[in-house]
C-alpha cells in the first residue's frame, strides 16, 4: 500500500513517527511535507495530500496538524478525499468501516505521541465493509460533492 503523509509547522514534530510505523508496516510513503518547524500555510500541504489522494497516486493518506482540525477542513474540499480528525481508534477504525475514510487526521497538540502508532494501526488495518447502508451513505456523500 502506498500512503501519503504530510503536516504543517506543528505536525512536524510527529511526522517522523508517522512515516517510520508505516516503513515498519512494508508500505511506501510519499512525503509530501512540510520539512521543518518553520511556519507554513496548512492548506497548502491539504490539499497536497488530498490532491494525492484524488488522483489515485496513493491509497490513503495521514494528515498532521496542531489541531488535526485545519488539514481536515481543508482536505475535505476536494472531491475524492473523506477525511476525519480522529484521536482514539474507534473513530480511526469505524471512519474507515462505515465512511469509507482515506484520510486520517491527526493533532499534533492534542494527542500523545505514544497514542499515534494505535491510531495508525486502526486506520490502516481497517476496510470499508462494503455493506449496502454504508455505501448508499458514501455514495450520498459523493453526490454532495456534485451539488452546488
Known sequence: MKIAVACDH???????TVVALLRERGMEVLDL????TDSVDYPDYAEAIGRAIANK????GIVLCGSGIGVSIAANKIKGVRAAVCHDTYSARQGVEHNDMNLLAL????????????????FLDA????????QRRVSKIAALEESE
Open 10 to 16: 506543528a505536525g512536524f514534530p510527529y511526522k517522523a
Open 33 to 36: 511535507g512540510t520539512h521543518s
Open 57 to 60: 497516486e496513493v491509497e490513503r
Open 107 to 122: 493533532g499534533a497538540r492534542v494527542i500523545a505521541i505514544e497514542k499515534v502508532p494505535e491510531l495508525v494501526a486502526a
Open 127 to 134: 476496510r470499508f465493509s462494503g455493506e449496502p447502508r454504508f
